[in-house]
C-alpha cells in the first residue's frame, strides 16, 4: 500500500524556517518522483517543489527559488523540503505527492497519491 505522511509543520515568524518531512512507503523512488505542493486558503493547489532521484532532477518554482531546498534519505524514503526565510506569504497547507516525473509538477493531475498535508503558518 502507497502512503505519504507528512510532518514539519507549525507556527513561524517571518524569516524564519522550518523542514518538512514526507515518509514514503509502498514504493521506492527508483521510478517515482516526490513533489511537495501547497493550498493556501481561497487558492489553488500549487506545485513549489521536486525531486526525482531516477532522472536526477530538482524543481522549485519560482517563488520560493533561493529560499527552499528539496533533499531524499539515502535510504530512499523520505524527503525533505528546508524552508528558509518564510514570509506570511507562504502560509499554506503543504502536501507531498507521487508523481511520474518532476515536470509534471506544474499540474496536480498527474499526481497519484498524496499525504494528509502539514499547515505551515507564517507570522508577520
Known amino acids: 500500500e502507497v502512503q505519504l505522511v507528512e510532518s514539519g509543520g507549525g507556527l513561524v515568524q517571518a524569516g524564519g524556517s522550518l523542514r518538512l518531512s514526507c515518509a514514503a512507503s509502498g514504493f521506492t523512488f527508483d521510478t517515482w518522483a516526490i513533489g511537495w505542493f501547497r493550498q493556501a486558503p481561497g487558492k489553488e493547489r500549487e506545485g513549489v517543489s521536486c525531486i526525482g532521484n531516477f532522472e536526477a532532477t530538482t524543481y522549485y518554482a519560482d517563488s520560493v527559488k533561493g529560499r527552499f531546498t528539496i533533499s531524499s534519505d539515502s535510504a530512499g524514503n523520505t524527503v525533505y523540503l528546508q524552508m528558509n526565510s518564510l514570509n506570511p506569504e507562504d502560509t499554506a497547507v503543504y502536501y507531498c505527492?507521487?508523481?511520474?516525473?518532476?515536470?509534471?509538477?506544474?499540474?496536480?493531475?498527474?499526481?497519484?497519491?498524496w499525504g494528509q498535508g502539514t499547515k505551515v503558518t507564517v507570522s508577520s
Open positions: 505527492a507521487r508523481l511520474p516525473r518532476c515536470r509534471l509538477i506544474t499540474s496536480p493531475t498527474w499526481v497519484d497519491y
